[in-house]
């Protein structure tokens, strides 16, 4: 069964660098999209982006500007940092797996249980 | 305006049937898109209910009951998650998702209270 486990620190100050790890068991990276997702405390989903196992990357064109993600194969962990974090950054941020569910379709099966970060001084 | 707008809340009764609608900006065709829906409960992710394109193009989430199903409505530019004999089980938050010019984009969600 594919687990994933998202970890990093909980508090990050303003204006400084978010980082977080998702960290991949009961399965490879390969052959997968991965993709970061947050929930800010009480509102909706916010789609961060996406790495394939190939290196393609997307991401959400609100974050573009401070958004790196990326995958470590060795570890069997993908990552992901947001720059220049502000107030509006504090959510829950989840890991996930898309899983393609045939043709142009690709689901969201598997998820980590989510990592609050909180941005405060 | 949201790319995607769903009702912040919708009541129903346990037995009923419950329909969540997700509308797409004007200029969006609903008919273009596959809508993906997601279940959340408090303190817990989201989990992948189904997605629905066409009658002919749809897929159910494993494990997901046949009572959750997929439409769309072309003439008010919606899709729509039809929950039929609604359990409490079923209380929690909904939304619905498109890949949209190659970004994912979430719905604000609705609240589906059960009572």
């Known amino acids: 069964q594919v687990q994933l486990q998202e970890s990093g620190p909980g508090l990050v100050k303003p204006s400084e660098t978010l980082s977080l790890t998702c960290t991949v068991s009961?399965?490879?990276?390969?052959?997968?999209?991965w993709t970061w997702i947050r929930q800010p405390p009480g509102e909706g989903l916010d789609w961060i982006g996406y790495?394939?196992?190939?290196?393609?990357?997307n991401y959400s064109p609100s974050l573009k500007s401070r958004v790196t993600i990326s995958l470590d194969t060795s570890k069997n962990q993908f990552s992901l940092t947001l720059n220049s974090v502000t107030a509006t950054d504090t959510a829950l941020y989840y890991c996930a797996r898309f899983d393609h569910c045939g043709g142009d379709c690709y689901s969201l099966v598997y998820w980590g249980q989510g990592t609050l970060v909180t941005v405060s001084s | 305006q949201a790319v995607l707008t769903q009702p912040s809340s919708l009541s129903a009764s346990p037995g009923a049937s419950a329909s969540l609608t997700c509308t797409l900006r004007s200029g969006i065709n609903v008919g273009a898109y596959r809508i993906y829906w997601y279940q959340q409960k408090p303190g817990s992710p989201p989990q992948y209910l189904l997605t629905?394109?066409?009658?002919?193009?749809?897929?159910?989430g494993s494990g997901v009951p046949s009572r959750f199903s997929g439409s769309k409505d072309a003439s008010t530019n919606a899709g729509i998650l039809l929950i039929s004999g609604l359990q409490s089980d079923d209380e929690a938050d909904y939304y619905c998702v498109i890949n949209y010019s190659d970004a994912w984009v979430f719905g604000g969600g609705t609240k589906l209270t059960v009572l």
């Open positions: 629905y394109k066409s009658d002919s193009d749809r897929q159910q």
């Open positions: 790495i394939h196992y190939t290196g393609n990357i």
């Open positions: 009961g399965g490879s990276l390969s052959g997968y999209y």
